[in-house]
Nanobody
């Protein structure tokens, strides 16, 4: 099982980025995927999660209305579209999957996710 996150970079406040999480060794269609971020000196936080059946999504209050999680089953890839970026969105972003959970699971608790990508840095300048 591998997850490869990409798409991070430097962007001005108000700009957009789309993060990608390419999966191998498992099928994203059948498992929950989460995006998390960790800013310097802060704990890792759940940003957005998508259940395996697409019935449930989670967005943290800080990104609700600005970020959108989606899945392309044909490409076995999950995306995080980030719009109206703010300096406080600056962090390393990680994708992860919880292979033991399915159905409506879309929990932002990082401890429930067992496979993680390497992280892609996002810097939003003011």
């Amino acid at each position: 099982v591998q997850l490869q996150a990409s798409g991070g970079g430097l962007v001005q406040a108000g700009g957009s980025l789309r993060l990608s999480c390419a999966a191998s060794g498992f099928t994203v269609e059948h498992h929950a995927i989460g995006w998390f971020r960790q800013a310097p000196g802060k704990e890792r936080e759940g940003v957005s999660c998508l259940s395996s059946n697409d019935a449930k999504t989670y967005y943290s209050d800080s990104v609700k209305g600005r970020f959108t999680i989606s899945r392309d089953n044909a490409k076995n890839t999950v995306y995080l579209q980030m719009n109206s970026l703010k300096p406080e969105d600056t962090a390393v972003y990680y994708c992860a999957t919880a292979l033991d959970y399915s159905g409506n699971f879309a929990d932002p608790d990082a401890s429930m996710y067992d496979y993680w990508g390497q992280g892609t840095p996002v810097t939003v300048s003011s």
